[in-house]
């Protein structure tokens, strides 16, 4: 479903008519309702982030259980994706018409696949684990548990920024993406280095640099996330601008 189908709106006929109340065109939608929808999707971001840390975990600590718990709970990912959506769709057809209860709702239908794509990430992330597990270990694992950590911290302050609707929280986190992206340059260098030095560890090492670019999209992601949040609460687009 193409965005412009979320957010046509049949017309009220009712609220057309000239002998209308006025002050129904700035009906807001039930706080209930909002909270519901909040509710959701930070439901939906702490699975994630469970994700990446359980996924990353799995790598570090040789534990192929645990990866393999991570792909199943996939599915509960994508379950809540699409009751998110049907919840926003239900939410537009209630004919508010309160601009920052509308861009609310668009942040969340935003949002959802975004948290879906990074719980993508974090399947993946489970999957080399299940691989690496079974080879012998390549030490050290550079900064990946550290990299691991700020993807999590990052997606965490998002999600706390979502809810309480702060831009200020959400521009200090895409800030933090470039600690994310420095990290990536230093581990790819290192696992270069490591390719060259030890032909024999190349397709652990090459894993591993798979991995480093989960996390890193991963950081992308959440920055997509934090700026949806600057739109949502100030109604400014940012993307590509930085502000």
């Known amino acids: 479903m193409q965005m412009a189908d979320f957010l046509f709106i049949e017309p009220n006929p009712s ?20 909270n519901e929808l909040r509710d959701h999707v930070l439901l939906m971001g702490g699975e994630v982030e469970r994700a990446i840390d359980e996924a990353t975990r799995a790598l570090i600590e040789r534990d192929s ?59 993946n992330i489970a999957r080399a684990a299940i691989y690496l597990n079974d080879e012998p270990q390549l030490k050290p694992y550079f900064d990946l548990p550290k990299m691991s950590w700020l993807a999590c911290e990052m997606l965490r302050l998002s999600l706390d920024a979502f809810a309480a609707a702060d831009a200020d929280t959400a521009r200090a986190v895409i800030a933090r993406d470039d600690d994310i992206d420095r990290l990536y340059d230093r581990i790819f ?34 920055t997509d996330i934090c700026e949806l949040i600057v739109y949502m609460k100030e109604a400014m687009v940012i993307k590509h601008s930085r502000q």
């Open 189 to 222: 260098h290192e696992l270069l280095d490591r390719m060259s030095n030890d032909p024999a560890a190349a397709g652990r090492a090459a894993r591993l640099l798979l991995v480093a670019k989960h996390l890193e999209r991963i950081g992308d992601y959440v």
């Open 65 to 123: 259980e645990m990866a393999e718990q991570v792909l199943r709970d996939d599915d509960r990912v994508d379950a809540l994706e699409l009751e998110a959506d049907q919840l926003c769709v239900r939410l537009l057809g209630m004919q508010s018409q309160a601009a920052n209860d509308l861009r609310l709702v668009v942040t969340a239908i935003k949002i959802t696949p975004i948290l879906e794509r990074i719980a993508d990430h974090a399947c």
């Open 15 to 34: 609220l057309a008519s000239p002998s209308a109340n006025p002050d129904a065109f700035m009906k807001e939608l039930p706080e209930s309702a909002l």
